[in-house]
């Protein structure tokens, strides 16, 4: 039984530890950015609560009706992290979204600058081998052009295609943020908190 108890004790300490320990690590990371204008640093960031799964099958690009949108808590989480944004006191290179309504409603929720549209971000929710598509591939590209470039450039896009970029699958409303290496590597910095 003590042994049983044991065992119990060390499973939940372990649980508890590790993620104090990547969210002081993520801390940090946004703590040396604070009051900066950082060179080549890219937030990947979700868009925020649009309640569903990919899109209706009536789906059209330009109709928000016929399309997921931001529920009114994803609308203040939207908000939310912009003000938390803000307070990092970071300048900010630009912000570009997908075209999608919930991701270009986010972003311009974030209140953080002019939000320019990137079919690059497009959902590839429907697509298939998503490492290799085009836009993956063309969204590599411009983290890595952005390498040498002074402020935070902030893409608001989906869960799959970032997933496709950084292995890691996001929340809603959450952020990786990442940073391209001389050889073109694309390197994990930290996270944005959760709203």
């Known amino acids: 039984m003590v042994k049983q108890l044991a065992i119990v004790f060390s499973v939940v300490l372990i649980s508890t530890l590790f993620p104090q320990g990547a969210l002081a690590k993520d801390s940090l990371i946004w703590d040396k950015l604070q009051g900066k204008n950082p060179k080549g640093y890219v937030l990947l960031m979700r868009h925020a609560l649009a309640p569903g799964v990919g899109d209706p099958e009536k789906f059209r690009l330009g109709d928000c009706t016929t399309q997921r949108n931001l529920s009114d808590e994803g609308r203040q989480d939207a908000r939310d992290i912009g003000k938390w944004l803000e ?95 001389a050889q073109g590597d694309i390197n994990l910095m930290g996270f944005s908190p959760k709203p």
């Open 87 to 181: 307070q990092r006191d970071l300048n900010i290179h630009s912000v570009e979204s997908s075209r999608w309504c919930r991701t270009k409603e986010t972003a311009e929720l974030l209140g953080i600058g002019k939000v320019k549209l990137n079919k690059n971000l497009d959902s590839l929710f429907r697509e298939s081998d998503l490492e290799n598509h085009k836009q993956t591939i063309e969204t590599k590209k411009r983290i890595v052009s952005h390498r040498n470039t002074r402020g935070l450039l902030v893409l608001v896009g989906h869960a799959v295609n970032i997933s496709a970029i950084t292995g890691i699958t996001l929340d809603s409303g959450e952020g990786v943020l990442v940073r391209a290496s």
